[in-house]
Structure formats: structure tokens, C-alpha cells
């Protein structure tokens, strides 16, 4: 089942004082499915903010459609399912942390000792307890992220929405955010995420698209976009013997780096190795990080626009 499907969705900004438009987003389409963590990668002004609000009724698309839960976005009634972290959130400073949760749980239609309970089991799950009763102005950025979590879990959501979770929280507490978000997972909660932290979303993203000028560039696993298909290590036992009649880099630590078109061929440069009596220890097929493919394919999709 998907949990999102958008069709063409299209957003242009366009101020009354500014005679130019901002296409924000365009021709959107995205499908994603239930109990997956999606990363929505993209350079700052990409569109990933306004993907956001649009499929969660914030702001009004241009163009095109989307379901949340196979409903139309336009039925306000989903939202009962759906939880929110918006990227800079800010709280009344005046509210101590259960508070906040308390107020969030109310406007989802929670109350009494039900609420009560929810508020302390998610103050745990975001190791806030001790700060329940502390004013959110004492409350460090890593601290106002967790608050944040918590508050767009309150209502026990099917499909979470986070824009930017770990911004500006230090590595241990990144780490705890992850732990969080891979058991909602298990527990089959979809996770849409944005951010432009790519090692972080390498390492629990099960899907990632990568935004760029309000187009998606590319979907898929992250597997998908870090294996590099035509490029392999030849790891040999040392030898004075070179192999033959094909293009390699020789490493300084003697192993070889050979591109490949094929399979066939991967095999042709190994039985060359082979019939040369050099022996083969290792074959290990190299990858790039999610970062470097990022990286490629904005610079690739900026030249095209030029
Ligand atoms: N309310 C608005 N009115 C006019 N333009 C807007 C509005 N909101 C966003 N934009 C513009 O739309 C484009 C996409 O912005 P958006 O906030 O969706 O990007 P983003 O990918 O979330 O960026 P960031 O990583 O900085 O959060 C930008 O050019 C932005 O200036
Ligand atoms: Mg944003």
C-alpha cells in the first residue's frame, strides 16, 4: 500500500510585490510505501519544505494531486494519523516540556489520564523525563528536537512527517533520534524525512529521492544510488607478473581498479589474471557514499539547466 502517492504535483510562489514566480516544486511524483523510512535529500530552497506542506494541507498546490493514506490531501480528517515535526519549530517559552506535549495532545483531541500517560511514555522514549516540568527556554536545541519528536508522535501517528529531526542535535543524541525512528519503523510507521545530513540518512533511510530547483532528480534504495555497478578491486597475491590487454590503475598497496561495462567482461579481465598465473585473492565491488552521488548529480543537473 503507499502511504503517499503524488501526481504532477506542482507549487509556484508568486508575491503580488515580486513580479517573478518561484517554481518550488515541479511535476512532482512520488510514490512510497507503508513501513518504509523516506529520505527527501535536497540543497537548501530545493522544494522539500514545500513537498511537506503541501501533502499536509499547509499550503495549496499549484498543479497535480496527492494522497496521504489513500486519502486526498484535501480531507482534513487524515490528519488524525498523521504527525508533524516542522523544521525551526519554536514553543511558547512559558510552557515546561509536559506541557507542550500537553497542549499538542489536547488539539489532537486527547485528554485525562489517557493523555496523562502518553505524555510520560513519550517523554522516555525522548529521555526527557527529568525535564518535564522545566520551562522550554532552559531547554538546549538537541532537547527542543526531542520535545519536537515527541509532540508529532502524540497522537500515536500511521505516518510521520520530520523536516530536518537532527538539526543542531550533537552525534549522541543523532544516534538516540535514530534508534527512535528505526523502532517506529518496526512498529510499520512510515517515516518521511527531510534533511540534507547524507551520511545520517545513508544509515536508516530505506528509499531516499533527491530534490533539486523543485524537481526529483532520482528515487531509490540507498543501495541503488551508492553501488557503482561498473567498478571493481582486484586484490592479487604480489606478483612481478602484470596482467594484459586491458585499462586498470594499479593501487600502491599492488591491488588493480577496473571498470567494466558487464559481467562478461569483469570475467574476461579475471581469466586474463588467471592465465597469467597471478593469483586473485580478492574481488570487491567499490561503492561511493550517498554524499559523492548527491554531489554528482546536483553538478550534473545544474550543467543541464545552463
Ligand atoms: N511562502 C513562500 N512564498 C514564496 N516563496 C517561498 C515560500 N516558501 C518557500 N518559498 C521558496 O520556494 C523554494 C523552496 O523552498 P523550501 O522551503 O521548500 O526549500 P527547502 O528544500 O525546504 O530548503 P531548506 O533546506 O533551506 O529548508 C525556495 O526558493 C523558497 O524561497
Ligand atoms: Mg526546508
Same mark, same amino acid.
Given at each position: 500500500?503507499?502511504?503517499?502517492? =503524488?501526481?504532477?504535483?506542482?507549487? %509556484?510562489?508568486?508575491?503580488?510585490?515580486?513580479?517573478?514566480?518561484?517554481?518550488?516544486?515541479?511535476?512532482?511524483?512520488?510514490?512510497?510505501?507503508?513501513?518504509?523510512?523516506?529520505?527527501?535529500?535536497?540543497?537548501?530552497?530545493?522544494?522539500?519544505?514545500?513537498?511537506?506542506?503541501?501533502?499536509?494541507?499547509?499550503?495549496?498546490?499549484?498543479?497535480?494531486?496527492?494522497?496521504?493514506?489513500?486519502?486526498?490531501?484535501?480531507?482534513?480528517?487524515?490528519?488524525?494519523?498523521?504527525?508533524?515535526?516542522?523544521?525551526?519549530?519554536?514553543?511558547?517559552?512559558?510552557?515546561?516540556?509536559?506541557? %507542550?506535549?500537553?497542549?499538542?495532545?489536547?488539539?489532537?483531541?486527547? &485528554?485525562?489520564? &489517557?493523555?496523562?500517560?502518553?505524555?510520560?511514555?513519550?517523554?522516555?522514549?525522548?529521555?526527557?523525563?527529568?525535564?518535564?516540568? =522545566?520551562?522550554?527556554?532552559?531547554?538546549?536545541?538537541?532537547?527542543?528536537?526531542?520535545?519536537?519528536?515527541?509532540?508529532?508522535?502524540?497522537?500515536?501517528?500511521?505516518?510521520?512527517?520530520?523536516?530536518?529531526?537532527? $538539526?543542531?542535535?550533537?552525534?549522541?543524541?543523532?544516534?538516540?533520534?535514530? $534508534?527512535?525512528?528505526?523502532?517506529?519503523?518496526?512498529?510499520?510507521?512510515?517515516?518521511?524525512?527531510?534533511?540534507?545530513?547524507?551520511?545520517?540518512?545513508?544509515?536508516?533511510?530505506?528509499? %531516499?529521492?533527491?530534490?533539486?530547483?523543485?524537481?526529483?532528480?532520482?528515487?531509490?534504495? %540507498?543501495?541503488?544510488?551508492?553501488?557503482?555497478?561498473?567498478?571493481?578491486?582486484?586484490?592479487?597475491?604480489?606478483?612481478?607478473?602484470?596482467?594484459? !590487454?586491458?585499462?586498470?590503475?594499479?593501487?600502491?598497496?599492488?591491488?588493480?581498479?577496473?571498470?567494466?561495462?558487464?559481467?562478461?567482461?569483469? !570475467?574476461?579481465?579475471?581469466?586474463?589474471?588467471?592465465?597469467?598465473?597471478?593469483?586473485?585473492?580478492?574481488?570487491?565491488?567499490?561503492?561511493?557514499?550517498?554524499?559523492?552521488?548527491?554531489?554528482?548529480?546536483?553538478?550534473?543537473?545544474?550543467?543541464?539547466?545552463?
Amino acid at each position: 500500500m503507499n502511504v503517499i502517492e =503524488t501526481k504532477g504535483l506542482t507549487k %509556484v510562489y508568486s508575491s503580488s510585490f515580486k513580479k517573478n514566480k518561484i517554481q518550488a516544486l515541479v511535476d512532482f511524483n512520488l510514490n512510497v510505501e507503508r513501513g518504509v523510512i523516506f529520505g527527501l535529500l535536497g540543497p537548501n530552497g530545493a522544494g522539500k519544505t514545500t513537498l511537506v506542506k503541501l501533502l499536509l494541507g499547509i499550503t495549496f498546490p499549484t498543479a497535480g494531486s496527492a494522497t496521504i493514506i489513500e486519502k486526498d490531501i484535501s480531507d482534513y480528517k487524515i490528519k488524525e494519523k498523521v504527525g508533524y515535526l516542522p523544521e525551526n519549530h519554536k514553543y511558547p517559552s512559558y510552557l515546561k516540556g509536559g506541557e %507542550v506535549l500537553k497542549f499538542f495532545g489536547k488539539l489532537s483531541g486527547m &485528554n485525562g489520564v &489517557n493523555l496523562d500517560k502518553r505524555i510520560d511514555e513519550l517523554l522516555e522514549l525522548v529521555k526527557l523525563s527529568q525535564w518535564k516540568k =522545566t520551562k522550554v527556554k532552559a531547554y538546549s536545541k538537541g532537547m527542543m528536537q526531542r520535545l519536537g519528536l515527541a509532540q508529532a508522535l502524540i497522537n500515536d501517528p500511521d505516518l510521520i512527517f520530520l523536516d530536518e529531526p537532527t $538539526d543542531g542535535v550533537d552525534p549522541i543524541g543523532r544516534k538516540e533520534i535514530r $534508534d527512535i525512528l528505526i523502532e517506529l519503523k518496526n512498529r510499520s510507521k512510515t517515516i518521511f524525512l527531510n534533511s540534507h545530513l547524507l551520511s545520517e540518512v545513508e544509515l536508516i533511510t530505506d528509499r %531516499v529521492g533527491i530534490l533539486n530547483k523543485g524537481k526529483l532528480l532520482r528515487e531509490g534504495t %540507498v543501495k541503488e544510488f551508492t553501488e557503482k555497478k561498473e567498478e571493481y578491486k582486484l586484490v592479487v597475491d604480489s606478483t612481478d607478473t602484470e596482467p594484459g !590487454n586491458f585499462a586498470y590503475t594499479k593501487q600502491p598497496d599492488g591491488s588493480y581498479l577496473v571498470k567494466v561495462a558487464d559481467i562478461a567482461e569483469l !570475467n574476461r579481465i579475471i581469466d586474463d589474471f588467471r592465465s597469467k598465473g597471478i593469483l586473485l585473492r580478492e574481488i570487491v565491488p567499490l561503492k561511493s557514499t550517498l554524499e559523492e552521488m548527491f554531489i554528482s548529480l546536483i553538478n550534473e543537473s545544474e550543467r543541464n539547466n545552463k
